[in-house]
């Protein structure tokens, strides 16, 4: 399933394949897992839990629940299903993913956490499971990685026992994504005066080679952007009732987008913890912001993320 060779849709002449897709991501998520964690600041205290038992609970219309077998999907180190069995709402939890590196990392701070995982590496559209042998089946910013959508909700229709719940979040929105384009662009317009004022030296222009490898691939990786349509359509396609589709994040993902490119436009040593602080704690207060203010009010597909839920019949 892994490749060693790097692959460059750029170069390509035709769109990649579905194999293509796949092996790409094995390699960037691969030479990304090392990192990952620290990389977008996740956590396994109370933060990180009350993180996602907020997320889960709003995709699913403000019930949490509690589910005795969970299967997660594009685990990757564990950011949502250790949380979700750390803050009690999974007893018995297995991870999946397509990157052996990514599992790797969660086995390692499922046992650092004293948490039972079992990891399974497998590609979403082919689950190795028997049919309905799980309670809720779910995923957070994994389903725009996946080239066969129908084929992985016809799977998670399948291992769900009946009346069960499949529950995604932290996915892009086609409208979101282009609404990063602003702070993103005005941020790196204002990033020479925004260095000199912290007396920040600007980045340097190639990094290692793995590094570099990781930047073209990321570019790569995402194969999709959803409407609240074409997100639900392949949940209603596999026989899924109550499809239920919510935006998340406007204000506190235009903010952090603005912030994380003012930082890369400089060296990481050079960006002060004071700094870093007001990024953070700024993004968290906007966060507040948008739960309280805007997402009652705003349509879902003006969201940065979107979050999905449905139920299996009985
Ligand atoms: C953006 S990461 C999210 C990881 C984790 N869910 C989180 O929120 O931190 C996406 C994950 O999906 C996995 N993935 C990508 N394509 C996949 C596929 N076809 N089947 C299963 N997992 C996949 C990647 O390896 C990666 O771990």
């Known amino acids: 399933m892994s490749t060693a060779v790097p692959i460059r849709f750029a170069a390509m002449a035709a769109p990649p394949t579905t194999e293509e897709i796949r092996e790409v991501n094995v390699r960037y998520h691969d030479l990304a897992a090392e990192h990952y964690d620290a990389k977008w600041g996740i956590d396994y205290g109370e933060l990180g839990q009350s993180q996602v038992t907020g997320k889960l609970a709003k995709a699913l219309g403000g019930r949490l629940g509690h589910y005795e077998a969970g299967l997660e999907i594009g685990a990757g180190t564990g950011y949502f299903g250790l949380n979700l069995v750390r803050a009690g709402v999974i007893d018995s939890y297995t991870a999946t993913d397509i990157s052996p590196g990514m599992l790797g990392v969660l086995a390692k701070t499922a046992e650092t956490l004293g948490i039972e995982a079992a990891t399974t590496c497998t590609e979403a559209s082919e689950l190795p499971f028997e049919d309905e042998s799980f309670d809720i089946v779910f995923g957070h910013a994994v389903l725009h990685h996946l080239p066969d959508l129908d ?86 396609g596999a026989g899924f009732e109550d499809v239920r589709v919510r935006g998340e994040e406007l204000a506190a993902s235009l903010f952090g987008w603005a912030n994380r490119s003012l930082e890369a436009s400089a060296r990481a040593e050079d960006v002060p913890m004071l700094w870093r602080k007001y990024a953070y704690h700024g993004y968290l207060a906007l966060q507040r912001v948008d739960r309280a203010v805007l997402e009652p009010r705003l349509p879902a597909a003006l969201f940065y993320n979107l979050l999905i839920a449905a139920r299996k019949p009985v």
């Open 151 to 236: 084929g992985a909700f016809a799977e998670f229709m399948r291992v769900l026992r009946p009346g069960g719940v499949v529950a995604f979040c932290g996915e892009p929105s086609h409208y979101g994504d282009r609404l990063a384009e602003i702070p993103k662009r005005a941020a790196w317009r204002v990033s020479p005066a925004w260095r000199a004022v912290l007396r920040a030296r600007p980045a340097p222009l190639a990094g290692s080679s793995e590094e570099v490898e990781e930047d073209d691939l990321e570019r790569v990786v995402d194969v999709h952007a959803f409407t609240p349509g074409t997100l639900a359509v392949h949940a209603r």
